[in-house]
């Protein structure tokens, strides 16, 4: 019993630490996906949308992978030859540089942060002007509810689109976690 009413403790002082801004409205994606090879291409062009970003570990690669699923590759194709498509990911650098080496079948960009990390506005608001898009026009494609949903929301982004976790088997301990700590917190707020 102690154990858990330490977990509870612990719970507790996380999700009392979270900033006022995470609000329902902020971590509400506009639409939910099991993976980039369900978003239908035809009504993001309805909508207006001009540039995807995308996040990298767990939305189109396992975490650190460098494999592309092909129902996934197969979309992505599409994407990139519709609109203007880049990686936004926290990730290294220098992973997501080789990465896109790798697969140079996708005509994706890689937007470098400048040292930026989402979700800060300030990163989104920095790769909206290097790529030229208003983000009415944008979409943001991403697994995490803090990073990716919370940071394209809060920016205005026209749609943001959320991803199941690829494999989430081959992330550190530590994302897990959080990712946990995630779930826990969007069920408490009621977020669907």
């Known amino acids: 019993m102690s154990e858990f009413m330490s977990f509870v403790r612990s719970a507790r002082a996380f999700f009392g630490s979270l900033p006022k801004?995470?609000?329902k409205k902020v971590l509400k994606p506009d639409m939910r996906v099991n993976s980039v090879a369900d978003i239908d291409v035809k009504y993001l062009?309805?909508?207006g949308m001009t540039h995807i970003f995308f996040d990298m570990d767990n939305t189109i690669t396992s975490f650190h992978g460098a494999k592309v699923p092909q129902s996934i590759s197969k979309r992505l194709k599409e994407l990139c030859r519709m609109f203007k498509v880049y990686i936004m990911s926290n990730s290294d650098s220098e992973h997501v540089k080789a990465f896109i080496k790798r697969n140079p079948a996708y005509l994706l960009n890689y937007m470098e942060m400048g040292g930026r990390k989402k979700p800060a506005v300030s990163t989104f608001e920095y790769v909206l002007k290097?790529?030229?898009a208003l983000a009415k026009n944008c979409v943001m494609?991403?697994?995490r509810?803090?990073?990716d949903i919370a940071g394209a929301k809060k920016s205005g982004f026209g749609l943001v689109i959320k991803t199941m976790p690829l494999l989430q088997e081959t992330e550190p301990l530590i994302l897990k976690a959080v990712r946990g700590l995630e779930r826990g917190y969007v069920?408490?707020?009621r977020i669907r």
């Open 21 to 23: 801004n995470l609000s």
């Open 45 to 47: 062009k309805r909508k």
């Open 187 to 189: 069920r408490l707020r």
């Open 145 to 147: 509810y803090f990073t």
């Open 141 to 143: 494609v991403g697994d």
């Open 130 to 132: 290097k790529s030229g």
